[in-house]
Protein backbone atom coordinates (compact mmCIF):
# COMPACT_ATOMS: atom_id res chain seq x y z
CA UNK A 1 0.00 0.00 0.00
CA UNK A 2 2.85 2.31 0.58
CA UNK A 3 3.98 2.21 -2.56
CA UNK A 4 0.79 3.81 -3.60
CA UNK A 5 0.44 2.12 -6.94
CA UNK A 6 -2.92 0.24 -5.41
CA UNK A 7 -4.77 3.39 -5.35
CA UNK A 8 -4.81 4.15 -9.00
CA UNK A 9 -5.43 0.28 -9.38
CA UNK A 10 -8.61 1.53 -7.46
CA UNK A 11 -9.10 4.85 -9.30
CA UNK A 12 -9.46 2.53 -12.74
CA UNK A 13 -11.11 -0.03 -11.17
CA UNK A 14 -13.84 2.09 -9.48
CA UNK A 15 -14.68 4.57 -11.76
CA UNK A 16 -17.04 3.89 -13.15
CA UNK A 17 -18.85 2.41 -10.24
CA UNK A 18 -18.47 4.48 -7.48
CA UNK A 19 -19.03 8.60 -7.16
CA UNK A 20 -15.85 9.99 -5.77
CA UNK A 21 -14.82 12.79 -8.24
CA UNK A 22 -12.42 11.53 -10.27
CA UNK A 23 -9.46 12.20 -7.96
CA UNK A 24 -10.93 11.31 -4.33
CA UNK A 25 -9.13 7.64 -4.44
CA UNK A 26 -5.71 8.89 -5.71
CA UNK A 27 -5.36 11.95 -3.55
CA UNK A 28 -6.69 9.96 -0.13
CA UNK A 29 -3.68 7.11 -1.25
CA UNK A 30 -1.29 10.45 -1.28
CA UNK A 31 -2.18 11.75 2.35
CA UNK A 32 -1.75 8.29 3.40
CA UNK A 33 1.57 7.82 1.77
CA UNK A 34 3.06 10.94 2.97
CA UNK A 35 1.54 10.39 6.48
CA UNK A 36 2.92 6.73 6.63
CA UNK A 37 6.25 8.07 5.67
CA UNK A 38 6.50 10.81 8.59
CA UNK A 39 7.02 13.53 6.24
CA UNK A 40 10.09 11.76 4.33
CA UNK A 41 8.56 11.20 1.49
CA UNK A 42 8.24 15.15 0.66
CA UNK A 43 11.28 15.65 1.56
CA UNK A 44 12.98 12.79 -0.85
CA UNK A 45 10.17 14.05 -3.50
CA UNK A 46 11.91 17.51 -3.14
CA UNK A 47 15.47 16.20 -3.29
CA UNK A 48 14.59 15.12 -6.64
CA UNK A 49 13.84 18.28 -8.02
CA UNK A 50 17.54 19.27 -7.55
CA UNK A 51 18.76 16.41 -9.12
CA UNK A 52 18.61 13.80 -12.78
CA UNK A 53 15.43 13.95 -12.78
CA UNK A 54 15.12 17.84 -13.96
CA UNK A 55 16.44 16.99 -17.33
CA UNK A 56 13.07 13.82 -17.22
CA UNK A 57 10.14 13.67 -19.38
CA UNK A 58 8.19 13.56 -16.31
CA UNK A 59 9.65 16.88 -14.94
CA UNK A 60 8.96 18.51 -18.28
CA UNK A 61 5.67 17.51 -18.33
CA UNK A 62 5.12 18.69 -15.00
CA UNK A 63 6.54 22.22 -16.00
CA UNK A 64 3.48 21.96 -19.10
CA UNK A 65 0.81 21.09 -16.89
CA UNK A 66 1.97 23.68 -14.05
CA UNK A 67 2.19 26.74 -17.01
CA UNK A 68 -1.42 25.53 -18.29
CA UNK A 69 -3.32 25.68 -14.56
CA UNK A 70 -1.29 29.26 -13.92
CA UNK A 71 -2.66 30.07 -17.79
CA UNK A 72 -6.05 28.82 -16.91
CA UNK A 73 -5.99 30.75 -13.60
CA UNK A 74 -4.48 34.08 -15.08
CA UNK A 75 -7.82 33.38 -18.27
CA UNK A 76 -10.41 33.27 -15.37
CA UNK A 77 -9.56 36.35 -13.91
CA UNK A 78 -8.90 37.67 -17.12
CA UNK A 79 -12.59 37.52 -17.77
CA UNK A 80 -14.08 37.43 -14.71
CA UNK A 81 -15.14 34.06 -14.19
CA UNK A 82 -15.69 32.11 -11.19
CA UNK A 83 -13.14 30.39 -9.46
CA UNK A 84 -15.21 27.56 -9.63
CA UNK A 85 -13.62 27.22 -13.22
CA UNK A 86 -10.38 26.72 -12.00
CA UNK A 87 -11.16 23.58 -9.97
CA UNK A 88 -10.80 20.58 -12.68
CA UNK A 89 -7.39 21.94 -13.82
CA UNK A 90 -6.33 22.53 -10.54
CA UNK A 91 -7.22 18.55 -9.82
CA UNK A 92 -5.34 18.03 -13.04
CA UNK A 93 -2.53 19.35 -11.24
CA UNK A 94 -2.85 17.58 -8.26
CA UNK A 95 -3.43 14.45 -9.86
CA UNK A 96 -0.03 15.03 -11.43
CA UNK A 97 1.65 15.55 -8.34
CA UNK A 98 0.26 12.52 -6.09
CA UNK A 99 1.20 10.20 -9.14
CA UNK A 100 4.72 11.49 -9.54
CA UNK A 101 5.48 12.10 -6.31
CA UNK A 102 3.61 9.83 -3.74
CA UNK A 103 4.35 6.71 -5.47
CA UNK A 104 7.89 4.60 -5.86
CA UNK A 105 6.89 1.86 -8.14
CA UNK A 106 5.23 1.82 -11.74
CA UNK A 107 4.46 -1.73 -13.46
CA UNK A 108 2.13 -1.04 -16.38
CA UNK A 109 0.37 -3.94 -14.96
CA UNK A 110 -1.55 -1.93 -12.63
CA UNK A 111 -3.29 -0.26 -15.01
CA UNK A 112 -4.06 -3.61 -17.40
CA UNK A 113 -5.50 -5.02 -13.96
CA UNK A 114 -7.45 -2.31 -13.11
CA UNK A 115 -8.48 -1.57 -16.30
CA UNK A 116 -10.23 -5.16 -16.18
CA UNK A 117 -11.49 -4.65 -12.86
CA UNK A 118 -13.58 -1.54 -14.37
CA UNK A 119 -14.43 -3.61 -17.35
CA UNK A 120 -16.42 -5.48 -15.49
CA UNK A 121 -17.66 -3.18 -13.15
CA UNK A 122 -18.93 -1.17 -15.99
CA UNK A 123 -20.59 -3.91 -17.32
CA UNK A 124 -22.69 -4.57 -14.50
CA UNK A 125 -23.24 -0.85 -13.54
CA UNK A 126 -24.69 -0.59 -17.51
CA UNK A 127 -26.99 -3.62 -17.36
CA UNK A 128 -28.36 -2.78 -13.75
CA UNK A 129 -28.98 0.81 -15.18
CA UNK A 130 -30.85 -0.16 -18.49
CA UNK A 131 -32.61 -3.33 -17.14
CA UNK A 132 -33.37 -2.05 -13.49
CA UNK A 133 -33.53 1.07 -13.60
CA UNK A 134 -34.68 1.15 -17.00
CA UNK A 135 -32.65 4.03 -18.23
CA UNK A 136 -32.33 4.94 -21.77
CA UNK A 137 -28.92 5.28 -21.51
CA UNK A 138 -26.22 3.54 -18.66
CA UNK A 139 -24.43 6.59 -17.04
CA UNK A 140 -23.31 4.93 -14.06
CA UNK A 141 -22.22 7.52 -11.03
CA UNK A 142 -21.49 9.68 -13.93
CA UNK A 143 -23.06 11.01 -17.14
CA UNK A 144 -23.90 8.45 -19.90
CA UNK A 145 -21.60 10.45 -22.43
CA UNK A 146 -18.60 10.07 -20.02
CA UNK A 147 -18.97 6.38 -18.76
CA UNK A 148 -18.95 5.40 -22.55
CA UNK A 149 -15.98 7.04 -22.97
CA UNK A 150 -14.33 6.02 -20.12
CA UNK A 151 -15.09 2.32 -20.98
CA UNK A 152 -13.91 1.94 -23.83
CA UNK A 153 -10.38 3.26 -22.97
CA UNK A 154 -10.66 0.75 -19.93
CA UNK A 155 -11.80 -1.95 -22.62
CA UNK A 156 -8.76 -1.26 -24.92
CA UNK A 157 -6.50 -1.83 -22.17
CA UNK A 158 -7.94 -4.85 -21.18
CA UNK A 159 -7.84 -5.73 -24.72
CA UNK A 160 -3.89 -5.26 -24.97
CA UNK A 161 -3.42 -6.99 -21.68
CA UNK A 162 -5.19 -10.02 -23.58
CA UNK A 163 -2.85 -9.81 -26.35
CA UNK A 164 0.29 -8.18 -25.43
CA UNK A 165 0.10 -9.38 -21.53
CA UNK A 166 3.02 -11.57 -20.35
CA UNK A 167 0.15 -13.59 -18.35
CA UNK A 168 -0.96 -17.28 -18.29
CA UNK A 169 -3.60 -17.89 -20.57
CA UNK A 170 -6.55 -17.95 -17.64
CA UNK A 171 -5.44 -14.73 -17.11
CA UNK A 172 -5.86 -13.70 -20.77
CA UNK A 173 -8.96 -14.99 -21.08
CA UNK A 174 -10.41 -12.76 -17.84
CA UNK A 175 -8.72 -10.14 -19.45
CA UNK A 176 -10.71 -10.59 -23.45
CA UNK A 177 -14.19 -11.15 -21.14
CA UNK A 178 -13.61 -7.83 -19.41
CA UNK A 179 -12.80 -5.93 -22.36
CA UNK A 180 -15.94 -7.41 -24.07
CA UNK A 181 -17.82 -6.13 -20.79
CA UNK A 182 -16.44 -3.04 -21.00
CA UNK A 183 -17.82 -3.04 -25.10
CA UNK A 184 -21.06 -3.75 -23.93
CA UNK A 185 -21.31 -0.93 -21.27
CA UNK A 186 -20.07 1.71 -24.19
CA UNK A 187 -22.61 0.75 -26.29
CA UNK A 188 -25.01 1.02 -23.37
CA UNK A 189 -24.16 4.40 -22.99
CA UNK A 190 -24.99 5.60 -26.50
CA UNK A 191 -21.34 7.80 -26.61
CA UNK A 192 -20.80 8.60 -29.88
CA UNK A 193 -17.49 9.60 -28.89
CA UNK A 194 -16.77 6.39 -27.33
CA UNK A 195 -17.81 4.79 -30.12
CA UNK A 196 -15.88 7.14 -33.05
CA UNK A 197 -12.83 6.69 -30.79
CA UNK A 198 -12.55 2.44 -30.65
CA UNK A 199 -11.91 1.73 -34.41
CA UNK A 200 -8.81 4.35 -33.95
CA UNK A 201 -7.09 2.76 -31.12
CA UNK A 202 -7.84 -0.63 -32.35
CA UNK A 203 -5.67 0.77 -35.96
CA UNK A 204 -2.93 1.52 -33.08
CA UNK A 205 -2.37 -2.16 -32.40
CA UNK A 206 -2.06 -3.32 -35.59
CA UNK A 207 1.49 -2.14 -35.87
CA UNK A 208 2.53 -4.17 -33.03
CA UNK A 209 0.99 -6.74 -34.38
CA UNK A 210 2.62 -6.52 -37.56
CA UNK A 211 6.31 -7.12 -35.84
CA UNK A 212 5.24 -10.42 -34.09
CA UNK A 213 2.68 -12.17 -37.15
CA UNK A 214 2.46 -10.53 -40.21
CA UNK A 215 -0.37 -13.02 -41.11
CA UNK A 216 -2.29 -12.41 -37.80
CA UNK A 217 -1.97 -8.56 -38.75
CA UNK A 218 -3.40 -8.87 -42.08
CA UNK A 219 -6.36 -10.89 -40.62
CA UNK A 220 -6.28 -7.85 -37.67
CA UNK A 221 -6.64 -5.47 -40.52
CA UNK A 222 -9.55 -7.38 -42.36
CA UNK A 223 -11.36 -7.47 -38.78
CA UNK A 224 -10.79 -3.64 -38.26
CA UNK A 225 -12.49 -2.75 -41.49
CA UNK A 226 -15.06 -4.98 -40.71
CA UNK A 227 -15.74 -3.85 -36.92
CA UNK A 228 -15.39 0.17 -38.24
CA UNK A 229 -17.91 -0.66 -40.91
CA UNK A 230 -20.57 -2.05 -38.70
CA UNK A 231 -20.11 0.66 -36.47
CA UNK A 232 -20.22 3.19 -39.09
CA UNK A 233 -23.97 1.09 -39.79
CA UNK A 234 -24.53 1.70 -36.04
CA UNK A 235 -23.87 5.15 -36.07
CA UNK A 236 -25.70 5.92 -39.03
CA UNK A 237 -28.99 4.05 -36.80
CA UNK A 238 -28.19 6.51 -33.90
CA UNK A 239 -28.60 9.66 -36.29
CA UNK A 240 -31.49 8.44 -38.26
CA UNK A 241 -33.56 7.13 -35.17
CA UNK A 242 -33.27 9.86 -32.77
CA UNK A 243 -31.42 10.17 -29.21
CA UNK A 244 -28.10 7.64 -28.85
CA UNK A 245 -29.16 5.43 -26.58
CA UNK A 246 -29.16 1.59 -27.18
CA UNK A 247 -33.09 0.96 -26.29
CA UNK A 248 -34.16 3.53 -28.65
CA UNK A 249 -32.56 2.68 -31.93
CA UNK A 250 -33.22 -1.16 -31.35
CA UNK A 251 -37.16 -0.11 -30.55
CA UNK A 252 -37.04 2.21 -33.31
CA UNK A 253 -35.32 0.03 -36.25
CA UNK A 254 -38.30 -2.55 -35.18
CA UNK A 255 -40.87 -0.41 -35.50
CA UNK A 256 -40.01 1.64 -38.29
CA UNK A 257 -40.58 4.72 -35.81
CA UNK A 258 -38.52 7.91 -36.82
CA UNK A 259 -37.88 10.60 -33.75
CA UNK A 260 -36.98 13.65 -33.89
CA UNK A 261 -32.76 14.28 -33.58
CA UNK A 262 -32.59 17.29 -31.33
CA UNK A 263 -29.01 16.13 -29.69
CA UNK A 264 -27.19 16.66 -33.66
CA UNK A 265 -28.55 20.05 -34.32
CA UNK A 266 -28.20 21.57 -30.80
CA UNK A 267 -24.12 20.59 -31.62
CA UNK A 268 -24.18 21.84 -35.16
CA UNK A 269 -25.62 25.20 -33.43
CA UNK A 270 -22.90 25.20 -30.61
CA UNK A 271 -20.07 24.89 -33.28
CA UNK A 272 -21.14 27.69 -35.25
CA UNK A 273 -21.50 30.16 -32.02
CA UNK A 274 -18.29 28.54 -31.05
CA UNK A 275 -16.74 29.74 -34.26
CA UNK A 276 -18.52 33.09 -34.12
CA UNK A 277 -17.28 33.86 -30.42
CA UNK A 278 -13.67 32.80 -31.59
CA UNK A 279 -14.09 35.34 -34.82
CA UNK A 280 -15.34 38.43 -32.49
CA UNK A 281 -12.17 37.23 -29.85
CA UNK A 282 -9.24 35.24 -31.46
CA UNK A 283 -6.62 35.48 -28.75
CA UNK A 284 -8.53 35.04 -25.18
CA UNK A 285 -11.93 34.08 -26.13
CA UNK A 286 -15.24 35.34 -24.45
CA UNK A 287 -14.95 32.98 -21.12
CA UNK A 288 -17.23 30.88 -19.11
CA UNK A 289 -19.43 34.12 -18.79
CA UNK A 290 -19.07 35.46 -22.17
CA UNK A 291 -19.98 31.90 -23.56
CA UNK A 292 -23.15 31.40 -20.97
CA UNK A 293 -24.31 34.68 -22.59
CA UNK A 294 -23.71 34.06 -26.08
CA UNK A 295 -25.83 30.89 -25.60
CA UNK A 296 -28.37 33.12 -23.95
CA UNK A 297 -28.65 35.48 -26.72
CA UNK A 298 -29.01 32.45 -28.81
CA UNK A 299 -31.83 31.08 -27.53
CA UNK A 300 -33.68 33.81 -26.64
CA UNK A 301 -33.36 35.58 -30.63
CA UNK A 302 -33.45 32.57 -32.53
CA UNK A 303 -36.56 30.64 -34.03
CA UNK A 304 -37.78 27.37 -33.52
CA UNK A 305 -35.77 24.54 -34.82
CA UNK A 306 -32.42 26.52 -34.57
CA UNK A 307 -32.70 27.76 -30.89
CA UNK A 308 -30.86 25.54 -28.46
CA UNK A 309 -32.84 23.38 -26.53
CA UNK A 310 -31.05 24.06 -23.21
CA UNK A 311 -28.26 26.88 -21.83
CA UNK A 312 -25.54 24.35 -22.59
CA UNK A 313 -22.23 25.17 -20.40
CA UNK A 314 -19.89 24.15 -23.11
CA UNK A 315 -19.99 23.52 -27.08
CA UNK A 316 -19.30 19.57 -26.35
CA UNK A 317 -16.15 19.66 -28.09
CA UNK A 318 -12.94 20.38 -26.29
CA UNK A 319 -11.48 22.62 -29.34
CA UNK A 320 -14.26 24.61 -30.19
CA UNK A 321 -14.38 25.23 -25.97
CA UNK A 322 -11.04 25.89 -25.72
CA UNK A 323 -11.40 28.87 -28.81
CA UNK A 324 -14.64 30.55 -27.87
CA UNK A 325 -13.74 30.54 -23.81
CA UNK A 326 -9.37 31.11 -24.35
CA UNK A 327 -9.05 31.58 -27.64
CA UNK A 328 -5.39 30.77 -28.68
CA UNK A 329 -3.80 31.23 -25.71
CA UNK A 330 -5.95 28.62 -24.11
CA UNK A 331 -6.07 26.49 -27.57
CA UNK A 332 -2.51 25.62 -27.80
CA UNK A 333 -2.32 24.75 -23.84
CA UNK A 334 -4.68 22.09 -24.51
CA UNK A 335 -2.82 20.89 -27.77
CA UNK A 336 -0.05 20.74 -25.70
CA UNK A 337 -1.29 18.50 -23.14
CA UNK A 338 -2.15 16.37 -25.44
CA UNK A 339 0.65 16.69 -27.83
CA UNK A 340 3.50 16.49 -25.48
CA UNK A 341 3.07 12.96 -24.14
CA UNK A 342 1.91 11.72 -27.54
CA UNK A 343 5.58 12.52 -28.34
CA UNK A 344 7.40 11.11 -25.07
CA UNK A 345 5.37 8.14 -25.35
CA UNK A 346 6.25 7.59 -29.28
CA UNK A 347 9.77 7.75 -29.17
CA UNK A 348 10.21 5.09 -26.63
CA UNK A 349 9.10 2.29 -29.46
CA UNK A 350 5.56 1.89 -28.09
CA UNK A 351 4.93 -0.43 -31.51
CA UNK A 352 8.06 -2.48 -30.68
CA UNK A 353 7.40 -6.39 -29.20
CA UNK A 354 8.89 -5.88 -25.79
CA UNK A 355 7.84 -5.74 -22.67
CA UNK A 356 9.58 -1.91 -21.93
CA UNK A 357 7.22 -0.89 -24.73
CA UNK A 358 3.75 -2.31 -22.95
CA UNK A 359 3.60 1.29 -20.76
CA UNK A 360 4.22 3.66 -24.07
CA UNK A 361 1.82 1.77 -26.15
CA UNK A 362 -0.97 2.39 -23.00
CA UNK A 363 0.34 6.37 -23.23
CA UNK A 364 -0.12 6.51 -26.71
CA UNK A 365 -3.47 4.91 -26.60
CA UNK A 366 -4.67 7.26 -23.88
CA UNK A 367 -3.43 10.65 -26.07
CA UNK A 368 -5.06 9.15 -28.90
CA UNK A 369 -7.92 8.26 -27.54
CA UNK A 370 -8.61 11.73 -25.65
CA UNK A 371 -7.76 13.26 -28.83
CA UNK A 372 -11.15 11.86 -29.96
CA UNK A 373 -13.09 11.92 -27.55
CA UNK A 374 -12.57 15.67 -27.42
CA UNK A 375 -14.17 15.98 -30.88
CA UNK A 376 -17.78 15.24 -29.27
CA UNK A 377 -17.20 16.72 -25.42
CA UNK A 378 -14.94 18.92 -23.50
CA UNK A 379 -13.25 16.25 -21.33
CA UNK A 380 -10.62 18.42 -19.91
CA UNK A 381 -13.23 20.47 -18.56
CA UNK A 382 -14.82 17.76 -16.80
CA UNK A 383 -13.69 16.33 -13.13
CA UNK A 384 -13.79 12.85 -14.08
CA UNK A 385 -11.91 12.45 -17.40
CA UNK A 386 -9.94 15.21 -16.79
CA UNK A 387 -8.56 13.90 -13.61
CA UNK A 388 -8.31 10.05 -15.06
CA UNK A 389 -5.95 11.60 -17.89
CA UNK A 390 -3.77 13.21 -15.77
CA UNK A 391 -3.33 10.30 -13.59
CA UNK A 392 -3.08 7.83 -16.66
CA UNK A 393 -0.32 10.05 -18.44
CA UNK A 394 2.08 11.09 -15.49
CA UNK A 395 1.58 6.98 -14.02
CA UNK A 396 2.85 5.68 -17.59
CA UNK A 397 5.50 8.27 -18.39
CA UNK A 398 6.81 7.45 -15.00
CA UNK A 399 6.82 3.74 -15.95
CA UNK A 400 8.32 4.26 -19.17
CA UNK A 401 11.28 6.08 -18.04
CA UNK A 402 11.87 5.25 -14.57
CA UNK A 403 10.07 6.66 -11.24
CA UNK A 404 10.96 9.73 -9.35
CA UNK A 405 11.22 8.14 -6.37
CA UNK A 406 13.00 5.24 -7.29
CA UNK A 407 17.31 5.46 -6.90
CA UNK A 408 18.45 7.51 -9.29
CA UNK A 409 20.98 5.05 -11.09
CA UNK A 410 18.48 2.73 -11.35
CA UNK A 411 15.74 4.95 -13.08
CA UNK A 412 17.85 4.78 -16.39
CA UNK A 413 18.08 1.26 -16.60
CA UNK A 414 14.36 1.27 -16.56
CA UNK A 415 13.98 3.47 -19.40
CA UNK A 416 16.34 1.85 -21.50
Known amino acids: MREGNAFVFLTLALCLAVPFGGIGIVALGALYSIAASRLKLV ?17 ALNLLILAVTLLELALIYYHGDST ?19 IRRYPP ?8 VGCVLAGVVALHDIVVLDLPRAEGPTNAIRFGMIA ?17 LGQRMFMACA ?54 LWQ ?41 LFSAHPWVGVGSTGWDKAVADQIRTSPPGVALDMPFNQPHN ?39 ALAPLLGVVTCVAY ?26 IAASEGAPLSSVPNASARSA
Open 43 to 59: VDATRLYFTGWLRSDAF
Open 84 to 102: GEFENQLKQYVAALAVLLT
Open 109 to 116: EIILWGAA
Open 152 to 168: VLLAMFSWIGAIFGRIP
Open 179 to 232: AASGIFAVFASGSRGAVLALPVMLLLLIPRIWRRSRRVAIAAAGLFVIFSIALG
Open 236 to 276: ISTLRYGLSNMKTVVESVVSGKRVSEHSTRDRVEMLRLSAD
Open 318 to 356: QYANDLAKGGLVRALGGLAMLLMPLWFFLKRHPFKFRRT
Open 371 to 396: AMFGLTEAVMDLSLTASLYAILVFYL
